[in-house]
């Protein structure tokens, strides 16, 4: 029994095995270990060889399941929006700072995506952004930019 793939999910795994090949081969020119402790090719070595397993697993368990022949497909809006909401908060981070593009990307996704009332939405990105910010800025000392605002 084999499934028919989708050419969006041919696609996507083409993408993410090229990722992962560029991530080994990237960790492949960089240090690995010195002594105790982890150099700089370490991480992209073990997640570029995670994402082509998992992806090569996917396809394969795709491959063999049975068709679904009452399966329809689903609406393709919602992903992409949350992709584009994605990028938004990405690239405005540089523009408005770290912690006011992450409330806005958040409080976007839970208010207008996924439909959540607008004070838990707004509470539970302001929330998570503090978070963020004490974990990143506080704890690991990561220079994350301020924006206009300083914060």
Do not use: H, N
Not at 48 to 57: D, F, I, R
Not at 74 to 103: Q, Y
Request: hydrophobic share 65%.
């Amino acid at each position: 029994m084999s499934a028919r793939l989708d050419v969006g999910e041919v696609i996507l795994a083409i993408a993410l095995l090229a990722i992962a090949v560029l991530w080994v081969a990237v960790a492949a020119g960089m240090p690995m270990w010195e002594g105790f402790s982890p150099q700089a090719g370490f991480l992209p070595l073990i997640y570029g060889v995670a994402l082509a397993a998992l992806t090569l697993a996917i396809l394969i368990a795709r491959l063999r399941s049975a068709p679904d022949a009452g399966a329809e497909q689903g609406p393709i809006g919602k992903p992409l929006i949350v992709l584009a909401a994605i990028a938004a908060g990405v690239g405005g981070i540089e523009l408005i700072g770290f912690a006011t593009s992450m409330f806005l990307m958040l409080a976007f996704l839970y208010c207008v995506v996924e439909r959540i009332s607008v004070i838990p939405g707004l509470l539970v990105s302001a929330a998570t952004s503090a978070a963020l910010i004490l974990v990143f800025r506080t704890w690991l000392g990561v220079p994350l930019p301020l924006g206009p605002w300083s914060f």
